[in-house]
């Protein structure tokens, strides 16, 4: 692919994601996009062809950033301890420093789940056919050998995800209710350590 084809292409779905975690899907308008990326509305239909596909590629290309990194985890994973340590620590970094792909999310699971859910399970389809499969094997495993005390993989990965995700989401809130002024980076590196710490004491035997 040329330079210029992939740079227009970067720009698009860069413009796209700010659009639709701003809109939702619904309300996203291919004008604006074309706008933001700087680029004429035509072509984002001769790289895309509609709307729904170019919906399909910015969140293909977030769940690439969150599951290659896991998926290196889950196959290195030796121990629970360290899998708690890695995927909590990158799920929480991960989620502050892309606030724009929830907010996205977050407006399809209100608006249109259905879609979100098609996208999900052909994207694990096709590139991490596996991956869940082997986390279910090893989780299972941990807990036969009695080195946790979860045993269903599906809780032990929400807890995982749900904690590391209410990190950003709560430091708003939180910072409100004690009225105080968190500084992201420092609030987020003790928040780190501590869902590290919970989700270890808590699933760890």
């Known amino acids: 692919m040329k330079q210029k084809d992939t740079n227009s292409k970067q720009r698009i779905l860069e413009a796209a994601l700010k659009e639709f975690s701003s809109h939702g899907y619904s309300g996203a ?10 680029i004429n509305k035509a072509m984002i239909f001769y790289y895309y062809s509609s709307k729904n596909n170019l919906y399909q590629e910015v969140l293909r290309t977030a769940l690439v950033k969150i599951f290659i990194p896991v998926s290196k985890v889950i ?76 045993s269903d993989p599906v809780h ?8 590391s995700l209410l990190s950003f989401l709560g430091r708003p809130i939180i910072g409100s209710i004690f009225q105080m002024n968190l500084d992201e980076k420092k609030f987020i590196r003790q928040r780190r350590k501590s869902v590290i710490n919970v989700l270890k004491k808590g699933m760890l035997r």
């Open 29 to 38: 308008r291919m004008e604006t996009i074309a706008q933001k990326a700087n």
């Open 75 to 150: 196959a290195e994973a030796v121990d629970p301890e360290s899998f708690i340590e890695k995927t909590a620590g990158f799920y929480v970094s991960f989620f502050t420093e892309n606030q724009d792909f929830i907010h996205m999310v977050a407006f399809d699971l209100v608006q249109n789940p259905e879609n979100l859910s098609r996208v999900l399970s052909a994207f694990f389809k096709n590139n991490f056919a596996k991956g869940p499969g082997l986390i279910k094997k090893k989780i299972v495993s941990w807990y036969e050998e009695g080195f946790i005390s979860e």
């Open 156 to 163: 032990f990965m929400l807890n995982i995800v749900s904690l």
